[in-house]
């Protein structure tokens, strides 16, 4: 943790009981335990050992995180029907949407494969979306959380190791650069949706602090 940071290391947990555990938090990356306190507007927690961001609350985070969701999930909608990119080689042509890609492996063993790209690509990202607005509409609008909303959140940082929407951009860029001297591409609007959703999905996390959606769950639960 920073010497001037807002959190600072604490005591070895000796004790199970819920006040003393109430006021901490690891750091996902190394597991360093600290206590933590609100930081200062504009400023951020980092952990001393790996400096990974622990807490970064933004002003109007919530709001903004919301629209950045129901964008996401838009553009998955296109994303999925519309045509990818066009090769056009020794006279002969082919379209392909994303959903096209993920099926392109539909016989046999690989359809495992075909279910798999279709989820890490597609269907998780839009359901962490889902997950995320089930949390926090209620939260920015000063409600009651939805039922099980903890699980849901819970569910939702579960699942964004496994949204690899960015792992398939950089993995088209560079099959592109290698089919680029063989066809002539062309990009269709699926392309250009997927770029923006890439950009979207990141813009998005920088906005999301999980500490603070944490706090908000328990004090709206409390009240």
């Not at 990974?52 to 933004?58: N, Y």
């Not at 269907?123 to 920015?140: D, G, S, T």
């Not at 792992?167 to 923006?196: E, N, Q, R």
Request: with cysteine; hydrophobic share 50%; glycine share 4%.
């Amino acid at each position: 943790m920073c010497p001037s940071g807002p959190i600072r290391k604490g005591p070895p947990v000796t004790t199970t009981s819920s006040a003393d555990i109430s006021d901490l938090i690891a750091c996902t990356e190394c597991d360093a335990l600290y206590r933590a306190t609100d930081p200062k507007p504009g400023s951020q927690a980092v952990c001393a050992r790996c400096h990974h961001v622990l807490i970064r609350p933004r002003r109007r985070a919530g709001m903004r995180i919301i629209m950045f969701a129901l964008t996401t999930l838009i553009l998955v909608g296109g994303a999925l029907f519309f045509p990818f990119l066009r090769i056009d080689v020794a006279g002969l042509s082919h379209s392909a949407s994303i959903l096209d890609t993920a099926l392109a492996f539909n016989s046999g063993r690989l359809a495992v494969l075909a279910v798999a790209t279709a989820a890490l690509i597609l269907v998780i990202p839009a359901a962490r979306m889902i997950l995320i607005l089930y949390v926090l509409m209620p939260v920015v609008f000063d409600r009651a959380p939805y039922p099980r909303a903890r699980q849901a959140f819970r569910l939702s940082e579960e699942l964004k190791p496994w949204s690899m929407a960015e792992i398939f951009a950089i993995g088209c860029a560079v099959s592109l650069v290698k089919v680029g001297d063989l066809a002539t591409i062309t990009f269709g609007p699926a392309f250009w949706m997927f770029t923006v959703l890439v950009i979207v999905v990141v813009i998005q996390e920088s906005f999301m602090c999980s500490w603070s959606v944490w706090k908000s769950l328990e004090t709206q639960s409390a009240s």
